[in-house]
């Protein structure tokens, strides 16, 4: 009777070790799954806060240097000094032959058309109208850069030409980056070429210099 009691024990406990044993293989498949399911999200989450970081960084700097640009009236009187995103693999750069800055990092997810897309006006032309297009023209690409995929910003300033006054306006940006951690800008004065707009009008051009140094 009592051998019959233990074998019966034995063997429940043998049951409930095979029902723990296949219970915890389950679990660990399903957190396999999901682990398989969730890293894309992840990703792609992490992606998305990276992208909605740099365009918010990108929109600042072009109000920043549109602000210094158009209202201040004393050169090295007025100074902005503005944070770079943290993000991994990122860099900023200034190309003053093309009057851009551009910003670009890298990502696992492939979010974006290789076509420009503009974030801040539908008036892409160049001379542009002015009173009617802002200065600077805030575009975002994905590009395929020795086989990785790479979100570019460039935010490119073009002549704006008042047709009333025949007189084009322009911001021009000089700089080059040293860094990769905070950018400092500060007004460099206004300058008036004769005959220098590139309006088919022709016409003289303003250009009000905004300095740029990345630290």
Known sequence: MMAGSIASGMKKAQTQVLSLIIITGIVIAL???AYLWGAPMI????????????????????????TLATTCTTSGG??????IPNIEGAG?????AENTIYFHFPSKQRML??????????????????????PGLLQVEGLNEEG???IKFSLHYRELYDEESGVGHKIKIMGSPQGNSQIVMSFAG???VNGGSAAPQGGDLTTSTVQISIL
């Open 113 to 134: 058309a290789s076509e420009k897309i503009s974030l801040n006006t539908p008036y892409t032309g160049e001379p542009a109208d002015y009173g009617t297009a802002p």
């Open 148 to 150: 990785l995929y790479m």
């Open 190 to 192: 206004t300058q008036t």
């Open 78 to 83: 007025c100074t902005h000094t503005m944070n």
């Open 92 to 96: 900023i750069s200034i190309n003053e």
């Open 31 to 33: 957190v396999g799954v």
């Open 43 to 66: 990703e792609k989450r992490t992606v998305y806060t990276q992208y909605i970081s740099a365009e918010k960084f990108m929109n600042d700097l072009n109000d920043r240097i549109t």
